[in-house]
Nanobody
Framework: QVQVVESGGGSAQAGGSLRLSCAAS????????MGWYRQAPGKQREWVAV???????NYADSVKGRFTIARGNARNTVYLQMNSLKPEDTAVYYC????????WGQGTQVTVSS
């Protein structure tokens, strides 16, 4: 079992920045990948970014060049640096840990105003 806790988020103006953090605990030696998803009101949850245990990263086209995902030194943490925020980035952001089952955090709200 893996427990996942997100932190960060909040409100920002368009063009601003926010940073999300995610920490996994429990069976962290089984972690294969950590990533972020988001769900806007009335929309389906969508994938945002992922980092594998090998350090490879990948991003959704909608955030490429603006968001950066990175692992912490402890390897059971992951960060999402969000720059050049747009109102359409407003959503609840969820951390996902693959270990190898999929585990989710409770979500953290990000609101971007124009």
């Amino acid at each position: 079992q893996v427990q996942v806790v997100e932190s960060g988020g909040g409100s920002a103006q368009a063009g601003g920045s926010l940073r999300l953090s995610c920490a996994a605990s429990g069976s962290i030696s089984s972690i294969r990948a950590m990533g972020w998803y988001r769900q806007a009101p009335g929309k389906q949850r969508e994938w945002v970014a992922v980092v594998t245990s090998g350090g490879s990263t990948n991003y959704a086209d909608s955030v490429k060049g603006r968001f950066t995902i990175a692992r912490g030194n402890a390897r059971n943490t992951v960060y999402l640096q969000m720059n050049s925020l747009k109102p359409e980035d407003t959503a609840v952001y969820y951390c996902n840990v693959v270990a190898p089952n999929s585990y989710w955090g409770q979500g953290t709200q990000v609101t971007v105003s124009s």
